[in-house]
T-cell receptor, first 114, second 113 residues
Framework: GAGVSQSPRYKVAKRGQDVALRCDPI?????LFWYQQALGQGPEFLTY????????KSGLPSDRFFAERPEGSVSTLKIQRTQQEDSAVYLC????????????FGPGTRLTVT | QKEVEQNSGPLSVPEGAIASLNCTYS??????FFWYRQYSGKSPELIMF????GDKEDGRFTAQLNKASQYVSLLIRDSQPSDSATYLC?????????????FGTGTQLKVEL
């Protein structure tokens, strides 16, 4: 079946612009996660949804970062007033279980802030 | 101390040899453990997971878990050039609702002809 999809795959933003990154999880997957991966590092957790409820947003680096999953399926990660340090790959993962379970990653969105 | 530690490598092994990748973690309450493979410019791909102490085998891959020593490893038998990638160890703990994965920085594996 179809895996996790993300769009856009690449995004270049000027510093100060707002960006929105989209994630389509695997159909039927209850849990959705956003991670940020800097070059040469492992992914870092940003936030977690169980259906439409955002249960953990402890990894969001500042109040410029906002995520939503209003209907329990597609999710959007929004970054306001982008800064150069926001440049990274943003990965979305989904899992079929509400808790525990294996996480499957999408292809990621590479964000470059100039 | 990092929560999940891996040797960054590169680890070089000849084709056909066994590659051994290691990972230690600090949260003693960690519940489950995952190995992801990441090719350059690609996203992480799940290759193994293990929840109980001992060994778990899947094809050429064996995951080993020792919770007392807070240690998890991945063995790749009959290594192939296509196995050359970065291998990420990830741990699911109990903090924050017990759902997020904490990753190591990855070990770069090079399988040489």
């Amino acid at each position: 079946g179809a895996g996790v999809s993300q769009s856009p795959r690449y995004k270049v933003a000027k510093r100060g612009q707002d960006v929105a990154l989209r994630c389509d999880p695997i159909s039927g997957h209850v849990s959705l996660f956003w991670y940020q991966q800097a070059l040469g590092q492992g992914p870092e957790f940003l936030t977690y949804f169980q259906n439409e409820a955002q249960l953990d947003k402890s990894g969001l680096p500042s109040d410029r970062f906002f995520a939503e999953r209003p209907e329990g399926s597609v999710s959007t990660l929004k970054i306001q007033r982008t800064q150069q340090e926001d440049s990274a790959v943003y990965l979305c993962a989904s899992s079929y279980r509400a808790f525990a379970g294996e996480q499957y990653f999408g292809p990621g969105t590479r964000l470059t802030v100039t | 101390q990092k929560e999940v530690e891996q040797n960054s490598g590169p680890l070089s092994v000849p084709e056909g040899a066994i590659a051994s990748l290691n990972c230690t973690y600090s949260d003693r309450g960690s519940q489950s453990f995952f190995w992801y493979r990441q090719y350059s410019g690609k996203s992480p791909e799940l290759i193994m997971f293990i929840y109980s102490n001992g060994d778990k085998e899947d094809g050429r891959f064996t995951a080993q878990l020792n919770k007392a020593s807070q240690y998890v490893s991945l063995l790749i038998r009959d290594s192939q050039p296509s196995d050359s990638a970065t291998y990420l160890c990830a741990v699911r703990g109990v903090t924050g609702g017990g759902n997020k994965l904490t990753f190591g920085t990855g070990t770069q594996l090079k399988v040489e002809l």
